[in-house]
């Protein structure tokens, strides 16, 4: 089955507000792995799209603070790449 790139957009949210809500450092790092796979799908259908390009960014920064055990901060990436992926949702309207 095929999906198109609206669908991981999207994948790559509900992961990404997964990861905002969760508590600890370690299941945030899983759902930003898993927003990751969707985000870089998408982003490999649509390279020109600089905010997906820039969520992935704020990912890799949430990812890195997961591993050092820093929720907050990785907290705090993450509700910046949420916020770069809702920016693309809404410019590919």
Do not use: W
């Not at 790139?5 to 450092?25: C, F, G, W």
């Not at 905010?51 to 901060?73: F, N, P, R």
Request: net charge negative.
């Amino acid at each position: 089955m095929h999906t198109d790139n609206s669908s991981h957009l999207k994948e790559a949210i509900r992961h990404t507000e997964e990861a905002v809500r969760a508590i600890d450092a370690k299941t945030i790092a899983q759902h930003v792995e898993e927003a990751k796979k969707h985000a870089t799908a998408a982003q490999s259908e649509k390279p020109d799209d600089d905010y997906i390009q820039e969520g992935l960014e704020c990912l890799d920064d949430a990812l890195q603070e997961s591993q050092d055990d820093e929720a907050d901060s990785a907290r705090k990436a993450v509700d910046e790449a949420l916020d770069k992926f809702y920016q693309a949702e809404q410019a590919a309207r």
